[in-house]
Structures are given as structure tokens and as C-alpha cells.
């Protein structure tokens, strides 16, 4: 009867030495940000695997850790700018023209706003009756 006394002594005492062994484990506190402007933190293990996104506290939207690199998607597939899908439908040489194009219009438009269209100031094509 004693020797079992003492044998769940010495369970509790080991449990209560694992549970310590975890509670000491060092935590870091990791901010998550979302598109609506809500910023909060969620404390994670430092051997936890940090996930790069979280479901914000305040509305549920989807927010983002805000010193990470941002979803994995970007690592793999880069965001394509405008830029990127531009240049994939149009040469260099053409943007060129079209640039050209659109300064002239612009131009011609300036000198428009300065001289009223309809009185010209000389160099205008149109013919006088
Ligand atoms: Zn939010």
C-alpha cells in the first residue's frame, strides 16, 4: 500500500517536470497585418513552423505576416506587373510608336486647351471659307 503511494508520487513528480520542460518553451510573438488595416499578433512556439498567413482577429479576412516574405505563392510564380503583361503583348518598337502616337495627341491637345479649337491661330488645317 505504501510502496504504490510512492510509486504515484513519483508519476506526478515526473509528469509535472514535462510540463514545466514545455511551458519554458521560448515563444515569440508574430504580427499579422490585414487588408483592412487590423494588426495583431499570434504567439507561436520558436520551433513552430510560422504560417505566412492568418485569419485576422477583428473581421476574418485573410491577413499577412508583415515581416515575412509575403504568401509562398510569390516565391514560386512572381507577380506579373502591368509592365510584365504589356511587354508581353507588344514589342519595344511599337511602344515607341505608340508613345510617339500618344505625345503628339497630348501636344496637340496642350495647344487646343491654350487656343480655342475653333479660331485656330494660323497653322490650322482647316480650310476658311
Ligand atoms: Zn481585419
Known amino acids: 500500500m505504501s510502496e504504490r503511494a510512492l510509486r504515484g508520487t513519483r508519476l506526478v513528480v515526473t509528469s ?5 520542460g514545455i511551458d519554458l518553451a521560448p515563444r515569440q510573438a508574430v504580427e499579422y497585418a490585414c487588408q483592412n488595416g487590423h494588426q495583431f499578433e499570434m504567439p507561436f512556439s520558436v520551433e513552430a513552423e510560422i504560417p505566412t498567413e492568418w485569419e485576422c482577429k477583428v ?7 508583415v515581416d515575412g516574405e509575403g504568401p509562398e505563392e510569390k516565391k514560386g510564380k512572381p507577380a506579373r506587373t502591368h509592365w ?13 510608336e505608340v508613345l510617339a ?4 495627341v497630348l501636344r496637340s491637345g496642350t495647344m487646343n486647351l491654350a487656343v480655342h479649337p475653333r479660331e ?3 497653322n490650322s488645317k482647316k480650310k476658311s471659307a
Not at 509535472?16 to 514545466?20: A, F, G, I, Q
Open 16 to 20: 509535472y517536470e514535462t510540463d514545466r
Open 59 to 65: 473581421c476574418g479576412a485573410q491577413a499577412l505576416l
Open 84 to 96: 510584365d503583361m504589356l511587354m508581353e503583348r507588344r514589342t519595344r518598337e511599337e511602344l515607341e
Open 101 to 104: 502616337e500618344r505625345l503628339a
Open 120 to 122: 485656330g491661330n494660323g
